[in-house]
């Protein structure tokens, strides 16, 4: 993957996150054309990792402004990316989250990850410039 000078900003921002999250740790992380995977990891134990049944249920899922979860550091995220770049429509409302609870799953994950852009000729949105 090639990353244009947009996907070079979001790279050089997702890599600062730990610099600005010291209970976060990353982990896998490929940035796609038109989109980037990644896991972030918690290294304090004493933030709460809700299910999503329980965040839905007390209105913290995606739209949580909790310090430190990690639905407001990937909002900064995206915040701080859009800023940078002068594009207010840089990403899709919300994002897909899921807590890895073995080293199976994490194994897993970091698999799809490393082998996404091997996949990228198969995405609806592919086209022979990127």
Known sequence: MHLTELGELVRSFWLKIPQLKDHIELDEFVIMPNHLHGILRITDELIPLKSKSQASSQSSGINSTEPGSIATIIRSFKAACSKSSGHSNVWQR???????????????????????PIKWHLNELYNEKH
Not at 94 to 104: K, L, P
Not at 109 to 116: A, E, M, T, V
Request: hydrophobic residues 45%; charged residues 15%; glycine residues 4%.
């Open 94 to 116: 919300g994002f897909y989250e899921q807590v890895i609870r073995s080293e199976a799953a994490l194994l897993s994950l970091r698999l799809y990850i490393q082998n996404n």
